[in-house]
């Protein structure tokens, strides 16, 4: 199970909105190489890991990983309120406004919704611990 | 810097700590030294969250200690702006 804690693992306090950048940041939520794509990669693989290190390891990070969903969120959350319409036209936010407003969705900079197919879920440990390290840009 | 911001950063930085203890210790379950740095900042972070509870509320819902108010639902949410 997990339980909540009401903060942030490190603080967001953004001045000033900016809807240009928030297109790019959204990709570290849904993309695929994004926090989402990493925590479910990790809470999936951790199941059938034969090593108590491992599955401890992969049940921490992943956990982890969740609260790096919520900091990019709080940041997109900043970047995209108190917009006029002019700004989210100017700044090219428009095309996201028309679906969700600045409701928050997971999807990658391109504009596709983010999908499972961003992580893999082999049942073996070398393999996905092969497929973390690639993931996460880790070097041995 | 008010109390608040200040308590919480310690919490924070107390968490930081420890959440990079229990990764390691994950590989390395041996490491008496990462156990007694463990050991060290759970009890900074007790300490820092007794204090923050009792003056500013919970910061899980378990942690409510409420008579009239469910202060839990209070803003700011973490992702709020301060």
Redesign the interface.
């Known amino acids: 199970m997990w339980q909540y804690e009401k903060k942030l693992q490190y603080p967001v306090n953004i001045k000033n909105p900016n809807a240009k950048l928030a297109k790019a940041i959204i990709s570290q939520l849904g993309g695929p190489d994004g926090e989402l794509a990493a925590s479910l990669r990790y809470l999936n693989q951790r199941y059938v890991m034969p090593y108590g290190e491992v599955k401890g390891i992969l049940t921490d990070i992943g956990t982890e990983e969740l609260a790096h969903v919520e900091m990019i969120s709080a940041i997109l959350y900043q970047l995209t309120k108190d917009l006029t319409i002019d700004e989210i036209k100017a700044q090219g936010f428009d095309t996201y406004f028309v679906d969700h407003t600045t409701g928050l969705y997971p999807i990658a900079a391109s504009g596709a919704p983010f999908t499972a197919t961003y992580f893999q879920s082999k049942g073996d440990v070398i393999t996905d611990l092969n497929e973390d390290m690639a993931a996460d840009d880790a070097h041995t | 810097m008010n109390e608040k911001v200040r308590l919480?950063?310690k919490?924070?930085e107390y968490?930081?700590a420890l959440?990079e203890l229990?990764?390691y210790l994950?590989?390395h379950?041996n490491c008496r030294r990462a156990l007694a740095l463990f050991k060290k900042y759970k009890d900074l972070r007790k300490k820092a969250v007794d204090e923050y509870i009792s003056q500013f509320g919970?910061?899980?819902?378990?942690q409510s200690n409420d008579d009239q108010y469910w202060s839990?639902i209070g803003d700011p949410?973490?992702?709020?702006?301060?």
């Not at chain 2, 919970?58 to 378990?62: G, K, Q, R």
Request: aromatic share 16%; glycine share 0%.
């Open positions: 919480m950063r919490i924070k968490d930081f959440k229990n990764l994950d590989t379950p919970p910061i899980s819902p378990e839990w949410w973490p992702w709020e702006r301060r």
